[in-house]
Nanobody, 125 residues
Framework: QVQLVESGGGSVQAGGSLRLSCVVS????????MAWFRQTPGKERELVAA???????HHADSVKGRFTISEDTAKNTLYLQMNSLKPEDTATYYC???????????????????WGQGTQVTVSS
């Protein structure tokens, strides 16, 4: 089993910044990939950014240049640095983990078994 616990969400004005963290514990593999998804009511969960243990990353076009995903393997922690936040970034953000490698650009929620509880990000105009 793998457990993920997110933190760092909150309310911020447009143009502001937040950093989300996700601490991973349990039976993790040295080769894995992790991602941040976000979801708003009535919409499907969408991929925000992903990273693998080779250091490769992918960021959705909607956040490219504003958000940065990173992983500190020594701390078993995944991060999402979010700058220049916009009201349309308002969502619940989830981190997720899967062992092995994958094409980061094409990740979908159904491929992931392990999820955090989610952290709310609210951006006001």
């Amino acid at each position: 089993q793998v457990q993920l616990v997110e933190s760092g969400g909150g309310s911020v004005q447009a143009g502001g910044s937040l950093r989300l963290s996700c601490v991973v514990s349990g039976s993790t593999r040295s080769t894995h990939h992790m991602a941040w998804f976000r979801q708003t009511p009535g919409k499907e969960r969408e991929l925000v950014a992903a990273i693998d243990t080779d250091g490769d990353t992918h960021h959705a076009d909607s956040v490219k240049g504003r958000f940065t995903i990173s992983e500190d393997t020594a701390k078993n922690t995944l991060y999402l640095q979010m700058n220049s936040l916009k009201p349309e970034d308002t969502a619940t953000y989830y981190c997720t983990y899967r062992p092995g490698r994958a094409g980061l650009r094409y990740l979908i929620p159904l491929e992931f078994r392990y999820w955090g509880q989610g952290t709310q990000v609210t951006v006001s105009s």
